[in-house]
């Protein structure tokens, strides 16, 4: 059974959603998604990178993200053919070890403990495929990357693209060579 | 570079000296390390293995471990030579993830972040060798394991063995092919 690995913030969690709209809050501010295309947040304000940043080191941060459209019902149809796996950076963030756990939980109840990764580099898994809205990431893998459209990745032009999980289902559900 | 992942408990971690410490001074035994060959403490006690596991559920346990003779001083050595990533089961124990990470940081401060992985299932880990107290892990394994040696695992004849860190050191520093 091929393997497929996931990444979480902005795959099947929507960071930047939660994220802007604090910010938008805190600083009075109506910046959009279309402000984020192909940057972050934290380099349009970089005068005030340091608070921006803030917001992700709150334990709970990471625990009522959305859920991205579609990741629930795709993967779990995908789940039935592949292995699957869900791989975040955690440690980049050790204080939402708890969280992004109990968030995978209540969302993702048809996975296992056995599905989840927690690490920093990303060139350790070894998969079949990497959904992933990271360039970097994608780039050290080992494996057919595909580059999940997130606002700040919009202008990468080097990695197979998918826009949204529908796209994910078509391009895995029909992949037959597995 | 070659990649070496490494176990942490029964590895670099001491678990069983704590665990069983523990359970003598609690139930009042005598149980020695050699009471544990080819066993778990858990298996030889099963009437109150439900007791016995729930050490490990404790937030902290994980935190004062000691640190396995020779762990630091070889991995130190080994990394000039290779990319380490300590690799931990640590999905067994959702609890455990703070006080895993604490650890590492206090006792291996010459890794990053980025070298530390908390998963479930080992055989999502890409890398050369796999060093690791658990045959299960060993079999799962793409890549040459090596069974370092526990009281439980004692009896396992079907994996290279090394029996300590001196071992680990000669085996993989006379490794030419890297």
Redesign the interface.
Known sequence: MK?I?IDMDEVIADFHFKHLNLYNKDFSETLTKEDLYGTRLWNIRPHISKEILAYVDDSIFFRDLAVIDGSQEVIKDLSEQYEI?I?TA???H?SS??AK?EWLKEHFPFL??????????K?????DYLIDDSPKNIERF?GQGLLFTAPHNIHETRYLRVNNWQEVKKLLLNDKSK
């Open positions: 393997r690995a796996f791989v955690a440690m980049e050790p070890f708890t756990y296992t403990d056995r599905n989840f990764v927690f690490c920093g580099d060139s350790i898994i070894r998969a080992i």
